[in-house]
């Protein structure tokens, strides 16, 4: 089952430069929340604080609490915290050298697991979980880089679920896919919340509308408007929600 | 702030076809409502053939809110005003036709004198009239205060329509032979009553569009 995650007035720099202030929301278990808001408005930052990626970049600094149901996300390992927090990235980045497999195996070889059977077992259900064992159970152990792009972001999305996290973020995943590509994603999302809480950073407003049982609206740095996606996208609160979303600025 | 040209150009060229198709329905009623004054057959015809274009009307703001839906992708506000401009055109259409029914019941009447002269009718009708005035300017100005009005607008048509029942009723008790007309004329305050009720949707549909929130003012 997915995690809760509950923000407190998290603040985020970049060197001097403050990209997040003092955001607080809560996310609901095995839901799917949007969050979405102008390039450079800190939506990417803020869902890489709550894998902890944020602080490995040098000058990186974060403050403020971040729990993942009861547990303190920054009192935990930041290798655990990746584990239960996994992350899907815009651009499809499958290990190059490695087979469909080996990319989705690597993470739990990592995490100890040696047994083949059970290794197989465990890859076989991920790629299922990720809509892909049917296109690919034939060609396990070809390289990854030969599948679709599509494929290249499910398998992704598989490789993410093998370490079976409780918390998916996504990065603007179907921003480099096809129509098709792109809602076999969304498709694979609304399935996959029933096991995963799983936030989803997009600029597509209507992926948003169609996918995310909340939406939050970030803007330079502030949680403008957090709430219902219906309601968001019919009867937004805040003027600068409606301006963004009509496409009237941003 | 930005605009998004096409879509604001067609925004409020949707608004423009709505008045357009507002004004002909209120000037069918009236044109309806002078027949009946009268008894004008020729008159009133001309409100029956004069639907057609309200009609087509109808359909036209039907497909530029669905072509707007399909490439513009509205939200918030945006989708508000095209959702309800759509209801707006349905109600407006329906008024058209109860002044159509008024205008067929003077076609059928042709021929005879009226039972008594007719003046509460036509002070409905002002009073139908009026609202529907007002139903387009609370559209136009996005004013509810305008559109909350209509609610006690229509508590006075719906008053004197049922005087008008009333009155018929114990005219055709003293003259059974006026039973034909008087119901008639009873039928043309129900249409006018139903134009009234429209009226009000129109009003629900601004306050949809400003704030969001679902009304009834009737």
């Known amino acids: ?250 | 702030m930005q605009q998004r040209n096409s879509l604001d150009v067609a925004l409020k060229d949707l608004q423009l076809k709505l008045l357009r198709m507002g004004a002909d329905v209120q000037e069918a009623l009236r044109e309806a409502v002078e027949a009946l004054k009268v008894l004008d057959a020729t008159r009133a015809q001309k409100v029956v053939d004069g639907d057609k274009s309200v009609n087509r009307q109808e359909h036209a703001i039907e497909d530029l809110c669905i072509r707007l839906i399909a490439t513009q992708q509205p939200v918030a506000t945006d989708l508000r005003k095209i959702v309800a401009a759509m209801r707006i055109a349905a109600d407006l259409e329906r008024m058209g036709d109860n002044a159509v029914d008024i205008a067929k019941s003077v076609v059928r009447m042709n021929g005879e004198t009226l039972i008594k002269p007719l003046i509460d009718i036509p002070k409905m009708a002002g009073l139908i009239d009026t609202m529907i005035t007002n139903a387009l300017r609370a559209y136009v100005d996005n004013s509810v205060e305008l559109a909350q009005k209509l609610a006690t607008e229509d508590d006075a048509v719906d008053h004197i329509y049922r005087s008008i029942v009333e009155e018929l009723f114990t005219l055709t008790s003293e003259k059974p032979t006026v039973i034909s007309q008087a119901m008639t004329l009873a039928f043309v305050g129900r249409y006018l009553e139903r134009i009234g009720d429209h009226a009000t949707n129109i009003g629900e549909s601004v306050i949809y569009i400003v704030s969001g929130e679902r009304s009834d003012l009737n």
């Open chain 1, 1 to 250: 089952m997915g995690q809760s995650i509950t923000v407190e007035n998290l603040q985020a720099w970049y060197g001097e430069q403050l990209t997040l202030r003092e955001i607080s929301m809560d996310v609901d278990a095995n839901q799917v929340t949007a969050i979405i808001g102008p390039s450079g408005c800190g939506k990417s930052t803020f869902i890489r604080c709550l894998n902890r990626l944020h602080e490995t970049i040098p000058q990186g600094k974060v403050r403020g609490r971040v729990r993942l149901g009861t547990e303190d996300l920054y009192a935990m390992d930041p290798v655990d915290v990746r584990r239960v927090v996994g992350m899907v990235f815009q651009k499809p980045n499958p290990f190059p050298t490695m087979s469909i497999y080996e990319n989705v195996a690597i993470g739990l070889k990592l995490g100890g697991i040696r047994n083949k059977s059970e290794l197989l077992d465990r890859v076989e259900q991920s790629l299922r979980m990720a809509a892909l064992w049917d296109e690919v159970k034939d060609r396990l152990h070809k390289p990854a880089v030969a599948l679709s792009g599509g494929q290249q972001q499910r398998l992704c999305i598989a490789r993410a679920l093998a370490v079976e996290p409780e918390v998916l973020l996504m990065d603007e995943p179907a921003s480099a896919l096809d129509p098709v590509s792109t809602l076999r994603v969304e498709e694979l999302v609304l399935q996959l919340k029933e096991r995963y809480t799983i936030l989803i950073v997009t600029h597509n407003m209507q992926q948003a509308a169609r996918i995310a049982d909340k939406t939050a609206f970030f803007l330079n740095g502030e949680l403008i408007e957090y709430g219902d996606t219906t309601t968001m996208f019919t009867k937004p609160a805040d003027k600068r929600t409606e301006d963004y979303i009509t496409g009237r600025f941003g």
